[in-house]
Nanobody, 127 residues
Framework: VQLQASGGGQMQAGGSLKLSCAAS????????IAWFRQAPGKEREGVAC????????HYSDSVKGRFSISRDNANKAAYLQMNNLEPEDTAVYYC?????????????????????WGQGTLVTVSS
């Protein structure tokens, strides 16, 4: 399973960014896709995940209402639309995939439940 995140950059607070995750056909056909982030000195945090069909999603409380996850299986990609960015959103963002979809949000956003990882993309939000 191949995953590659892109789209990071620098943004002022209140702005928007859209991250992309280029994924292999296998990942889009069979895997839950999730976005995680890791800020310096902090643990990796689950941000959002989406089921294979795209019909089920989970979001962390810290981004709910501001971020939106989506997937385009035909184009082998997943996305994270980030609006109303805050300095606290500054982190390296990773996309990940796993064959299991967890209905429980806590499990769905637990990085230990994801086997496949792409390289990260840095998002920096200034105040």
């Amino acid at each position: 399973v191949q995953l590659q995140a892109s789209g990071g950059g620098q943004m002022q607070a209140g702005g928007s960014l859209k991250l992309s995750c280029a994924a292999s056909k296998f990942a889009l056909d069979y895997c839950t896709i999730a976005w995680f982030r890791q800020a310096p000195g902090k643990e990796r945090e689950g941000v959002a995940c989406i089921s294979v069909s795209g019909g089920d999603t989970h979001y962390s409380d810290s981004v709910k209402g501001r971020f939106s996850i989506s997937r385009d299986n035909a184009n082998k990609a997943a996305y994270l639309q980030m609006n109303n960015l805050e300095p606290e959103d500054t982190a390296v963002y990773y996309c990940a995939a796993d064959l299991t979809y967890y209905s429980d949000a806590g499990a769905a956003l637990d990085f230990e439940n994801y086997v496949y990882w792409g390289q990260g993309t840095l998002v920096t939000v200034s105040s």
